[in-house]
């Protein structure tokens, strides 16, 4: 069994930066396709980065050049560094794990909420 915990939300001002983390707790962490998602209030939840294990990665469209997600297949964690933030950030950010072998299993963590304000 699978679970995610993130970390590393909070309160962050525009053009501001911050960094998420998830753990991944459970066995073969180099076997699972990583990302992150995120849902802003009223809205339905999002791809923003994904990440396979070779370290391939692929952004949403409106946080690219900004948001970098990388992995530590050792520590088993998954990163999201958020720079330039807009208040058009601010959502709950989830981490999701898929294995490889079946990419229609996922898992997801309980979330960190963003708040990108003055």
């Known amino acids: 069994q699978v679970q995610l915990a993130e970390s590393g939300g909070g309160l962050a001002q525009p053009g501001g930066s911050l960094r998420l983390s998830c753990v991944f707790y459970g066995s073969d962490f180099s076997a699972y396709v990583m990302a992150w998602h995120r849902q802003a209030p009223g809205k339905e939840r999002e791809q923003v980065a994904i990440?396979?294990?070779?370290?391939?990665?692929n952004y949403a469209d409106s946080v690219k050049g900004r948001f970098t997600i990388s992995r530590d297949n050792l520590g088993n964690m998954v990163y999201l560094q958020m720079n330039s933030l807009k208040p058009e950030d601010t959502a709950v950010y989830y981490c999701k794990a898929s294995p490889i072998r079946d990419l229609a299993v996922y898992y997801w963590g309980e979330g960190t909420l963003v708040t990108v304000s003055s």
């Open positions: 990440i396979t294990s070779g370290g391939s990665t």
